[in-house]
């Protein structure tokens, strides 16, 4: 069965604090590697796919990167508005995603 | 921007009554999913469709749940005899193309069962 762990389960970061969040996973055949962010009460928003350990992707302040077994979504110089729950999720088969459990993210001004 | 859009946002239901939850999803994409979320627990697949037709469903989607799309636009999830730890966020997801994991997901509807 595929197996997501995310760490930490909660970070807390002043503004501008650069850190990492981990995604560790199991799976057989992995198809692709993708990160969601979720605010309270709404449903996830796509962030990133990564298909091949070495890939890379940015979007503003977060960048993805992923290896044969965990992937990291690096967030520099986080605002306020980064806050949010960033959750990993991997697909195997053709259809179905398996999702960690989150960290969430708190930045303070 | 397109988007997929879910009613109701929120329903409370007596335990063993049927509940049906809808979704628009984006107009041009084929692949519809229904995931749930228990409170303070992770996003958990239920059920994928295609071609109109189940492609996938979860351990979970046992023979209390059903989908439909019933038209072009709509797809729907049925819970026949809601039980209390059906209680959660049912969210809607559609993709375009299948192997972008680019999933689209609706606000969600939450159902409290009593």
């Known amino acids: 069965e595929d197996q997501v762990t995310q760490s930490p389960e909660a970070l807390r970061l002043q503004e501008g604090e650069s850190s990492s969040l981990n995604c560790s996973y199991t799976?057989?055949?992995?198809?692709?590697l993708f990160w969601y962010r979720q605010d309270p009460g709404k449903g996830p928003e796509f962030l990133f796919t990564?298909?091949?350990a070495g890939e890379e992707k940015e979007k503003e302040r977060l960048k993805a990167t992923l290896t044969k077994k965990e992937s990291f979504l690096h967030i520099t110089a986080p605002k306020p508005e980064d806050s949010a729950t960033y959750l990993c999720?991997?697909?195997?088969?053709?259809?179905?995603?398996?999702f960690g459990a989150g960290t969430t993210v708190t930045v303070r001004a | 921007e397109p988007e997929v859009t879910q009613t109701p946002s929120h329903q409370v239901t007596q335990m063993g009554q049927e509940v049906i939850l809808r979704c628009v999803p984006i107009?041009?994409?084929?692949?519809f999913y229904w995931y749930r979320q228990i409170l303070g627990q992770k996003v958990e697949f239920l059920v994928s469709?295609?071609?109109?037709?189940?492609?996938?469903k979860s351990e979970i989607f046992d023979d209390q749940f059903s989908v439909e799309r019933p038209d072009g636009s709509n797809f729907t999830l049925k819970i026949r005899s809601t039980k209390l730890e059906d209680s959660a966020m049912y969210f809607c997801?559609?993709?375009?193309?299948?192997?972008?994991?680019?999933?689209?997901f609706g606000e969600g509807s939450r159902l409290t069962v009593l």
């Open positions: 999720a991997v697909q195997a088969g053709d259809y179905k995603l398996s």
């Open positions: 799976v057989s055949g992995l198809r692709g």
């Open positions: 990564l298909y091949s």
């Open positions: 107009s041009n994409h084929l692949y």
């Open positions: 469709f295609y071609n109109n037709e189940i492609s996938e």
């Open positions: 997801a559609s993709l375009g193309m299948v192997n972008t994991g680019e999933l689209f």
